[in-house]
T-cell receptor, first 113, second 113 residues
Framework: DAKTTQPTSMDCAEGRAANLPCNHSTISGNEYVYWYRQIHSQGPQYIIHGLKNNETNEMASLIITEDRKSSTLILPHATLRDTAVYYCIVRRIYGGSQGNLIFGKGTKLSVKP | DSGVTQTPKHLITATGQRVTLRCSPRSGDLSVYWYQQSLDQGLQFLIQYYNGEERAKGNILERFSAQQFPDLHSELNLSSLELGDSALYFC????????????FGNGTRLTVT
């Protein structure tokens, strides 16, 4: 599975958009980009995933560059409850060790009042 | 609430002992995954089951074993426990092993003294 690179930490003001970048320059054509977050030792929470088109749901938007080598997770109006570690994961869908997620170190997002 | 139930929430035991962690997946989910999270290692994939059969194996020690039962619940057995086995153990489930998001429980915190 392709590896990802994320900043170790980021700050965001409450009410502003939080833009979390992820680099996955070795991504393959059959690999999706997934985003999860973990709030203080709770179980990781699924946020969103995508292949090559931009995706939006009630939690966030995912912007994937045309070459698929990087992506950005956008939380449109961050609240204090969005303070968490955010994981960007590239996951193979067909063949190989499909199914499991390989977590890196993620980005610690701190939302400040 | 992810719909994945893990019991017990906390477990304290002594070195050399054996414990069993239990996971009930979301209704309709056939795949179950186990992860270990310790302070210095991050989230590590242990093992995956799909409809009762082992599907993928990660960094699972020989002292650890798991199974998925006909009713789809799963158990993770940890034996000959060592201090270093102290960690959060998360279970996750998904509809199938083919790209559907994993949904995590809130974990079992194991403390080995």
């Amino acid at each position: 599975d392709a590896k990802t690179t994320q900043p170790t930490s980021m700050d965001c003001a409450e009410g502003r958009a939080a833009n979390l970048p992820c680099n996955h320059s070795t991504i393959s054509g059959n690999e999706y980009v997934y985003w999860y977050r973990q709030i203080h030792s709770q179980g990781p929470q699924y946020i969103i995933h995508g292949l090559k088109n931009n995706e939006t749901n009630e939690m966030a938007s995912l912007i994937i560059t045309e070459d698929r080598k990087s992506s950005t997770l956008i939380l449109p109006h961050a609240t204090l409850r969005d303070t968490a570690v955010y994981y960007c994961i590239v996951r193979r869908i067909y063949g190989g060790s499909q199914g499991n997620l390989i977590f890196g170190k993620g980005t610690k997002l701190s939302v400040k009042p | 609430d992810s719909g994945v139930t893990q019991t017990p929430k906390h477990l304290i035991t002594a070195t050399g002992q054996r414990v069993t962690l239990r996971c009930s997946p979301r209704s309709g989910d056939l795949s179950v995954y186990w992860y270990q999270q310790s302070l210095d290692q991050g989230l590590q994939f242990l093992i995956q089951y799909y409809n009762g059969e082992e599907r993928a194996k990660g960094n699972i020690l020989e002292r650890f074993s798991a199974q998925q039962f006909p009713d789809l619940h799963s158990e993770l057995n940890l034996s000959s426990l060592e201090l270093g086995d102290s960690a959060l153990y998360f279970c996750a489930s998904s509809v199938s092993g083919e790209g559907s998001p994993l949904h995590f429980g809130n974990g079992t915190r194991l403390t080995v003294t």
